[in-house]
């Protein structure tokens, strides 16, 4: 059986910075490609950033030059540090993750910027 928890959110004023943690655990035999996703009070969820099995990495433009995805394969864990956070990154974020060939979502976690 697979779990995938999130960690690492919070409140944190306009500017801030926090870094979540996505972290794969029970019969994890291949993990290949990682996905953060976010949703925010009445829209849709969206796709904010992919890193491949091999370290290749993809963002939406909202988040470009402030999010970094990043993994570390021996601890089947894959980060989202977040700098210079504006009030709309609001949402709570969730991680897709790849593991024996199958898709598994977190239970999300809540992220909250303001003042």
């Known amino acids: 059986q697979v779990q995938v928890v999130e960690s690492g959110g919070g409140l944190v004023q306009p500017g801030g910075s926090l870094r979540l943690s996505c972290a794969a655990s029970?019969?994890?035999?291949?993990?290949?490609?990682m996905n953060w996703y976010r949703q925010a009070p009445g829209k849709e969820r969206e796709l904010v950033a992919t890193?491949?099995?091999?370290?290749?990495?993809n963002y939406a433009d909202s988040v470009k030059g402030r999010l970094t995805i990043s993994r570390d394969n021996a601890t089947n864990t894959v980060y989202l540090q977040m700098n210079s956070l504006k009030p709309e990154d609001t949402a709570v974020y969730y991680c897709?993750?790849?593991?024996?060939?199958?898709?598994?979502w977190g239970q999300g976690t809540q992220v909250t910027v303001s003042s």
């Open positions: 897709k993750a790849n593991i024996n060939g199958y898709n598994y």
């Open positions: 029970g019969s994890v035999f291949t993990f290949k490609k």
């Open positions: 890193i491949t099995s091999g370290g290749n990495t």
